[in-house]
C-alpha cells in the first residue's frame, strides 16, 4: 500500500528558507502515471496547491509561489522535495505531500501523507 | 486563476438525513472536479473525481454530479464518520485550486 510521509523541521526563522522532503514506499516514484505534490494548509484553513513534479524533473508551480518555490525530485531515494525560499508567518500551514495523477484533465490527488506542521517565527 | 466557491460554508445535519454540498467554479472546468473529505488532524482524502466517479473504496451514499461550472455532492444517509470537512478541486486549468470548504456538522 502506498504511503507517504512528510520530514523536515517545524519551525523556520522569517526570512529563512523551508524545506521538506516526502518520502514515498509501497510504490516507485518513478511512475509515468503519476505527478507528486506539494498542498499547505494554514491553520484553521483551506486547501493551497503549491506545485507538483514528474519523475523526469518537469514541475508546476502555482504563480502565486513561483518565485519562491523550487520542488524537485531523487528517484533514487524515492523521494520529492519542497523549499521555500523567504518564509514569514504567512507561510505558517501544515504542508502535506500528496500523490497526483498524471495526463491532461487527470489531476486529482489520490493518495496524501500525513502532514506536517511548519510554523515560520522568530 | 480559477476561484471554487463553495456553499454553505457549514451545514447542520442529522443522522440519517441527507445532505447536499455545492461548489461553483468561476469559469468552466468541464467535469474535471474532484470532491475530498478531511476530518480533524487528518489528511484530506479523495471521495469523487471526474465530478462523479467514487474513488475506490468510497461507499454509494456520496455521490457527485454536475459539469461545467455548478457541481454537487450529496451524502444519502450521513454515518456519524461523514461529519467532516468537505472540498472541492478542479483540475481543469492550471494552477489547481480549492474551494473554501463546507464543515457538515452534527444538528
Known amino acids: 500500500q502506498l504511503q507517504l510521509q512528510e520530514s523536515g523541521p517545524g519551525l523556520v526563522k522569517p526570512s529563512e528558507t523551508l524545506s521538506l522532503t516526502c518520502t514515498v514506499s509501497?510504490?516507485?516514484?518513478?511512475?509515468?502515471?503519476?505527478?507528486w505534490g506539494w498542498i499547505r494548509q494554514p491553520p484553521g484553513k483551506g486547501l493551497e496547491y503549491i506545485g507538483s513534479i514528474y519523475y523526469r524533473g518537469n514541475t508546476y508551480y502555482n504563480p502565486s509561489l513561483e518565485s519562491r518555490v523550487t520542488i524537485s525530485v531523487d528517484t533514487s531515494k524515492n523521494q520529492f522535495s519542497l523549499k521555500l525560499t523567504s518564509v514569514t508567518a504567512a507561510d505558517t500551514a501544515v504542508y502535506y505531500c500528496?500523490?497526483?495523477?498524471?495526463?491532461?484533465?487527470?489531476?486529482?490527488?489520490?493518495?496524501w501523507g500525513q502532514g506536517t506542521l511548519v510554523t515560520v517565527s522568530s | 486563476e480559477i476561484v471554487m466557491t463553495q456553499s454553505p460554508a457549514t451545514l447542520s445535519v442529522s443522522p440519517g438525513e441527507r445532505a447536499t454540498l455545492s461548489c461553483r467554479a468561476s469559469?468552466?472546468?468541464?467535469?474535471?472536479l474532484a470532491w475530498y473529505q478531511q476530518k480533524p488532524g487528518q489528511a484530506p482524502r479523495l471521495l469523487i473525481y471526474g465530478a462523479s466517479i467514487r474513488a475506490t473504496g468510497i461507499p454509494a451514499r456520496f455521490s457527485g454530479s454536475g459539469s461545467g461550472t455548478e457541481f454537487t455532492l450529496i451524502i444519502s444517509s450521513l454515518q456519524s464518520e461523514d461529519f467532516a470537512i468537505y472540498y472541492c478541486?478542479?483540475?481543469?486549468?492550471?494552477?489547481?485550486?480549492f474551494g473554501g470548504g463546507t464543515k457538515v456538522e452534527i444538528k
Open positions: 500528496a500523490r497526483q495523477k498524471s495526463g491532461s484533465y487527470r489531476n486529482w490527488f489520490d493518495s
Open positions: 478541486q478542479q483540475y481543469n486549468n492550471w494552477p489547481l485550486t
Open positions: 509501497g510504490g516507485s516514484i518513478s511512475s509515468i502515471t503519476y505527478y
Open positions: 469559469q468552466s472546468v468541464s467535469s474535471n
